[in-house]
């Protein structure tokens, strides 16, 4: 069994140093959301020796269901863009949950699993996306450069909640 939940699920493993717009030519942002998938591929790799594989959101229900669950009772954030694709692991004792939207946006879950760890909700935007509604009144965002995928705008809150 897979980490998603399911078996023989067949995925999309990100090349990093092959950046693929694979999944995501649906996006106007296809080339620069292809661009922070890698950057997110690369650090997994680079830190954790791991594969960095997505899945077709309709394959990726339990795990949207968590991230819109988790999104909606935390700060009522609804994301109105639809979904590209997602993905769930375990490294290091950390759940984390990935959702690529549409619009550019890539919302992450960090999910300790030791109850003394960290939890938090990040948020990503690819190079020339605008910031969503659902988000803008609500956080700032600072900016980083990649290699990878241009300019990164990203914001987090921390979860309070246990899920």
């Excluded at 090349?15 to 661009?35: C, I, N, Q, R, W």
């Excluded at 669950?69 to 984390?96: G, Y």
């Amino acid at each position: 069994m897979n980490d998603i939940g399911r078996v023989n699920l067949i995925g999309y493993i990100v090349d990093f140093k092959t950046v693929s717009t694979h999944g995501l030519e649906s996006s106007p942002y296809a080339s620069a959301l292809a661009g922070l998938r890698a950057n997110e591929a690369r650090y997994f790799k680079n830190k954790y020796n791991h594969d960095f594989t997505v899945y077709p959101a309709h394959e990726c229900k339990e795990v949207i269901d968590r991230v819109t669950t988790i999104l909606k009772e935390e700060r009522n954030i609804v994301i109105s863009s639809p979904l590209l694709e997602a993905t769930t692991f375990h490294v290091a004792d950390i759940r984390w949950d990935y959702v690529f939207y549409k619009s550019g946006l890539a919302v992450n879950v960090l999910y300790t699993l030791d109850n003394a760890g960290k939890r938090a909700v990040g948020f990503k935007l690819c190079d020339g996306m605008p910031v969503p509604d659902e988000l803008a009144e609500k956080f700032k965002f600072a900016r980083q450069r990649s290699r990878l995928a241009g300019t990164i705008r990203g914001s987090f809150f921390v979860i309070k909640h246990e899920y």
